[in-house]
Structures are given as C-alpha cells and as structure tokens.
C-alpha cells in the first residue's frame, strides 16, 4: 500500500508519494524561491529534483574556472524547460539547491547551464526524490567550487 497525500503551499501543489513528491509550480512563479520553499516546509534535506516546464524569463550562470566566479546572462523570451536536474544538499549550514536547466528556444536552439533562477510561464512540473540523511557539501577553495564531503557530512 503506498502512502500517499497532497500538499498545497505558497505557489505550489503537490503529491508525496512514499519519499517521492510530485510538483506543480503555478505560472509566473520563481522556480528556485518556490523549490527552496516546499523543500523547506517539507523538511527534505538531501535528494534529487528533476523537471520540465516552460518560462519566459531565466538567469543562467556559467563558472569560469579561471576566476573561480559565475558569469550571469538573463534571457527574456518563450522558452521550454526540456531538462532541469539538480540536487538538495547543505552548504555551511544551510539548505542549497544545485541546478542546472537545458532551454529549448523558439528557433529550436537550446540553451544550457547552472540556473540561478527562472519564472514559469506556462507550466512547471517537478520531481523530488528525498533521502533520509544529510548530504553537506564544502567548498574547495583550490577550484571555487562546492563539493560533497564524504569525510565528515556525508
């Protein structure tokens, strides 16, 4: 028998199934303010996010290695969210949510890269697998980059 039950929060809708949840975004809402919120009212602490959608507006960061900083550029045009994948972990002491998006343009280019936010236009569906542990993540100085500790936090 599975343990099911629906969830409604700010912006959001959605179904736990098990330690799985399924997720509605409502239309113009901020993709990372909405995941970071129904991750916190639900306590998930560590997992995996998965989603497709459509937005009209998306920041995406790009690391260059060389100076160990994000490069932002915001589109601002009908886009579908083909892919977004990421991560739930811990960085020094606080949630954080790791994503990366793949755009498909109207010209059927596509467009990829950290995504440091979007707003939904259209439709935003999204799933969350959680795990029952900590995952915490440190930062590597050396490379400018977070990465899990397997040490002391995982």
């Known amino acids: 028998m599975m343990d099911t039950q629906n969830l409604k929060g700010k912006n959001w809708a959605a179904r736990k199934i098990n330690q799985t949840y399924i997720l509605s975004i409502d239309d113009k809402s ?3 303010d909405t ?3 129904f991750v916190a009212s639900q306590k998930i602490v560590a ?3 998965t989603g ?3 937005t009209n507006e998306a920041t995406l960061r790009f690391f260059d290695p060389d100076t160990k900083e994000y490069v932002d550029k915001t589109f601002t045009e009908q886009m579908e969210i083909s892919n977004l994948s990421g991560n739930i972990a811990e960085v020094d002491g606080k ?3 790791h994503l990366h998006v ?3 343009k109207s010209d059927y280019s596509a ?3 950290h995504l440091s936010d979007a707003k939904i236009r259209g439709a935003g569906e999204f799933f ?3 795990i029952h542990t900590k995952v915490i993540k440190i930062k590597n100085e050396d490379i400018g980059l977070n990465f899990y500790d397997f040490e002391g936090g995982l």
């Open 35 to 37: 995941l970071t919120d």
């Open 52 to 54: 497709i959608g459509a």
């Open 111 to 113: 467009l990829a890269g």
């Open 47 to 49: 997992g995996e996010i």
């Open 102 to 104: 793949t755009l498909g």
């Open 128 to 130: 969350i697998n959680a």
């Open 95 to 97: 949630l954080m949510l």
């Open 30 to 32: 901020s993709i990372v």
